[in-house]
């Protein structure tokens, strides 16, 4: 039976299919039908249109939503979510003045979760990670990417992204896997650890089909810009597209090489010239700042005022992990997105709605109201509109969630 939302107040984020990702001042508009309804057949957005148009038929179940606005589920295309346990002792130890990189030469870090996630089971990471996923959906996301990274030996790392192909079975929204093996290194043997990432852990992630995507943490004091060209070379011989960190503490030239291996996203860019833009303008790489992280670890936020006024499209994303930003809350990052990045709430929606789910290459099925689309989408409290995303930092303007046009029970834990 198709099920029709009626009296819709304002129907958000309305497409049509074969729509580009949006660049520059086009991201400022965000296609809306006010009083509007929307038909949902077989999990996916069959129809919508103005309630003066509306025709209602026996054959469906009619929902009545009273005004209250409706757009589609985010999309968060750069997360951490399988981990052992939070670092909240490290949280503390930012409080009390130390950085991230101190913190890290302390014993704190990647390294830290490491060694919590090696010992942990395979079947007690999935209960974890089930439990954080199921509240990242109920707080507004329908599409999400999952990274390993906290593995740092071939049983761990194959053992998280067997986390996430657990997951992708278990939930229904899309779910993307990419292999972090070069997150940090887990000793001074750094050659060895190379060796192993590149003959050993790619063939058998391979073998398995676990990931989709390869990644590399390209910074000073991780992997330098021949190494991860080394990695991404590998990846590409196994099918796995980049998306890389790159420019979080420094511009060490990781986004020429990411664009010159055609990468898809490159993420973080909290440090970025000129010239590394102009990069950009240049290429189909996609910009995707993290603004929990900045926030969190308290370092610059990405310049996305400037990455939209160079004409360049912009992706959001949450970061999630439990060192550098421990929220999977998409509506805190349009918040600090507007707040701290200059953007118009117009902005920071499509960086964490349309544009986003380009950069997980499901254009195609989140991401906005269009025909033919899952019908992942949001119901506001009433009284709440586009603006309230961002202006309400840290208020739940969420009614609810549907996933495939079916109500997501939020978990009680």
Not at 63 to 85: K, Q, W, Y
Not at 143 to 170: C, F, H, P
Not at 361 to 375: D, Q, Y
Request: aromatic letters at 8%; hydrophobic letters at 40%.
């Amino acid at each position: 039976m198709t099920k029709t939302f009626i009296n819709i107040g304002r129907l958000i984020q309305v497409r049509e299919s074969g729509t580009n990702i949006l660049r520059g001042a086009m991201m400022a508009d965000v296609p809306t039908i006010e009083n509007a309804w929307m038909a949902v057949e077989n999990g996916l957005i069959s129809s919508y249109g103005s309630m003066d148009d509306f025709a209602e038929s026996p054959a469906t179940e009619i929902i009545d939503l009273n005004g209250r606005m409706v757009c589609p589920t985010f999309v968060d295309s750069h997360t951490h979510l399988v981990f052992a346990e939070d670092r909240d002792e490290e949280f503390v130890m930012k409080i009390k003045g130390m950085d991230y990189q101190s913190i890290a030469e302390a014993g704190g870090g990647i390294l830290n979760s490491a060694r919590k996630l090696q010992k942990m089971s395979l079947s007690e990471l999935t209960e974890r990670a089930s439990l954080r996923l199921q509240e990242a959906i109920g707080s507004g996301t329908g599409a999400i990417e999952i990274k390993s990274g906290y593995g740092l030996s071939m049983e761990a790392e194959i053992k998280m992204l067997q986390v996430v192909n657990q997951l992708a079975q278990q939930f229904p929204i899309p779910i993307k896997a990419t292999f972090l093996g070069a997150h940090a290194f887990p000793d001074k043997d750094k050659e060895k650890y190379m060796s192993s990432l590149i003959q050993e852990m790619l063939p058998e992630i391979y073998s398995q089909q676990l990931a989709d995507y390869i990644d590399c943490f390209c910074e000073e004091g991780y992997y330098t810009v021949e190494q991860m060209s080394r990695i991404l070379e590998a990846g590409e011989k196994f099918d796995l597209r980049a998306k890389v960190h790159v420019n979080q503490f420094n511009s060490i030239g990781g986004i020429e090489k990411a664009i010159e291996y055609n990468a898809l996203t490159v993420d973080h860019l909290e440090v970025l010239s000129e010239s590394e833009i102009n990069l950009l303008k240049d290429s189909d790489t996609i910009p995707v700042a993290l603004p929990g992280c900045s926030f969190f670890i308290r370092i610059p936020y990405t310049p996305g005022r400037k990455i939209i006024d160079s004409g360049l499209p912009l992706v959001i994303a949450s970061d999630f992990n439990p060192g550098s930003a421990p929220s999977f809350n998409l509506s805190l990052a349009n918040s600090l997105a507007a707040v701290n990045m200059g953007l118009l709430p117009e902005e920071a929606f499509n960086a964490t709605t349309y544009n986003a789910a380009y950069a997980l290459e499901l254009e195609n099925e989140v991401g906005s109201i269009t025909e033919g689309k899952r019908a992942n989408f949001i119901v506001a409290k009433a009284g709440k509109n586009l603006n309230s995303i961002s202006y309400n930092f840290g208020v739940d303007w969420i009614d609810r969630v549907y996933i495939n046009g079916e109500l997501f029970s939020k978990p009680t834990i």
